[in-house]
């Protein structure tokens, strides 16, 4: 992003998360194993969803794919994909995704900005966004954004971190959230956004699946 005078600019929210991956990605993958545990009926959802929704000629947009994690889900659930495009802010944890894409030339991994999808062109039949939205500060408009660019029929997925049932587990996870650079998402602005499918919770609150489908014979909102 420029600010007209050629000088990058940077959102405070992307200064942060990145000096927070930028140390933290060494450790990313053995924190997601044991978090994938905790919320492992989520994560099973999300491998019957990839099973069910992508074929072979699927164009799959990814925000925010961290170390990719769902790379290894494409190729471990589906029987094929036509294109993938994954968009993070952290260059330590796309080395890694990068890695996991083993040079497939299906594969494309930006550094960017998964909160400014107006560089992006063209829609996706596939959209999905996996821990992402409780880094941001307006996380329902991402996700407004992201459904705009499902092509007709299209399915967007995302997984979220939501306040945990047990007020005593919120107030640790609000206490640890700050250095990490999360918060808790309100789930209800999500959850009335247009073409909601369902909506599934698991982990004690913690963890929210939302998916969505766009009618067959809709036109991608401008
Ligand atoms: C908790 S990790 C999730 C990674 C992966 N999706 C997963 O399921 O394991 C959060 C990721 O969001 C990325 N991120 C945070 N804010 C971002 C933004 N505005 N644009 C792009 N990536 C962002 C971070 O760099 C990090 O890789």
Redesign the pocket.
């Known amino acids: 992003m420029t600010n007209g005078t050629n000088a990058t600019v940077n ?1 405070p ?2 200064d942060r ?2 000096r ?2 930028s140390w933290f ?1 060494r450790f ?1 993958d053995a924190f ?1 194993a044991v978090w994938g545990r905790w919320t492992r009926p989520i994560e099973e959802d999300l491998d019957q969803l990839f099973r069910e929704r992508i074929g072979a000629e699927s164009r799959i947009l ?9 790379i290894e889900r494409l190729f471990r659930w589906t029987r094929g994909f036509g294109s993938y495009l994954g ?4 260059e330590e ?2 080395v890694r995704a990068r890695a996991r894409a083993q040079a497939d030339d299906r594969i494309e991994l930006r550094i ?5 999808l107006q560089a992006v062109g063209g829609t996706f039949d596939f959209v999905v ?4 939205l ?3 500060d307006t996380p329902d408009a ?1 996700v407004r954004d992201a459904l705009r660019k499902l092509a007709p029929g299209g399915t967007a997925v995302f ?1 979220f971190f939501t306040p945990p049932r047990s007020r005593l587990l919120l107030a640790v996870v609000t206490a640890i959230g700050n250095p990490f650079s ?1 918060r808790v998402v309100d789930r209800e602005p999500i959850r009335t956004l247009p073409n909601l499918e369902r909506m599934s919770v698991s982990a004690a609150g913690m963890a929210t699946l939302a998916v969505f489908r766009a009618p067959p014979d809709q036109a991608p909102a401008k």
Do not use: C, F
């Not at 968009?87 to 952290?90: H, K, L, P, Q, R």
């Not at 960017?112 to 400014?116: N, W």
């Not at 966004?129 to 992402?132: E, F, H, M, R, T």
């Open positions: 959102p929210q992307l998360v990145r927070v991956y990605a990313y997601r990814e925000l925010a794919p961290g170390t990719g994690i769902n968009i993070d802010s952290s944890m796309l960017g900005d998964a909160t400014d966004s996996s821990w992402l409780s880094h941001l991402t997984v999360y």
